[in-house]
């Protein structure tokens, strides 16, 4: 893919947040990899938990740039209430209908939740979240799927598995 004029063009990667430092890790190393790549101004956000939450890291992205545009990626494998809601509702885009909620959700989605380890802890909601201030263009894309990239690496780690 040829990048038009990258100078306006910002890419922001959305993963969730953890309280681990693992998960920040990866997401920034990820980023690191990827701006050796591109000329796009790049950029990390989290849903939840972690620093900077989605609003700021747009704002850390645009500043002092002539960025018009930000393509957001949800770094993650799936869609779920986070990728067509929280996100969405985040970046000021309309939300897609969501599938019929489980037996335990509330209509707001999951809220407190056991992980099996110790501890629970509360989801964002649309209510409580801080929504971007950017006046230009946001493209929203589709989480990662079942791509045939993610097979390749589920392949590389079965064969290596000891």
Do not use: C, W
Not at 85 to 96: A, G, K, M, Q
Not at 109 to 134: A, L, T
Request: charged share 25%; glycine share 8%.
């Amino acid at each position: 893919m040829v990048e038009n004029d990258s100078s306006k063009t910002g890419v922001l990667l959305i993963s969730h947040g953890s309280r681990l430092p693992y998960g920040k890790e990866v997401i920034n190393t990820l980023a690191d990899m990827y701006r050796k790549t591109t000329d796009y101004k790049v950029g990390v956000g989290y849903m939840e938990i972690a620093q900077p939450d989605i609003a700021t890291a747009i704002d850390n992205l645009v500043e002092g740039t002539e960025i018009n545009k930000i393509i957001a990626v949800p770094v993650f494998l799936a869609h779920g209430v986070h990728t067509k809601r929280d996100i969405p509702t985040i970046l000021r885009l309309p939300v897609e209908e969501i599938d019929k909620p489980e037996k335990n959700s509330n209509k707001e989605g999951h809220n407190h939740h056991n992980h099996g380890h110790g501890h629970s802890h509360k989801h964002s909601h649309s209510h409580d979240i801080k929504k971007v201030n950017f006046d230009g263009k946001i493209v929203y894309t589709e989480p990662l799927g079942a791509d045939s990239l993610i097979l390749e690496i589920i392949k590389n780690r079965v064969n290596t598995a000891e």
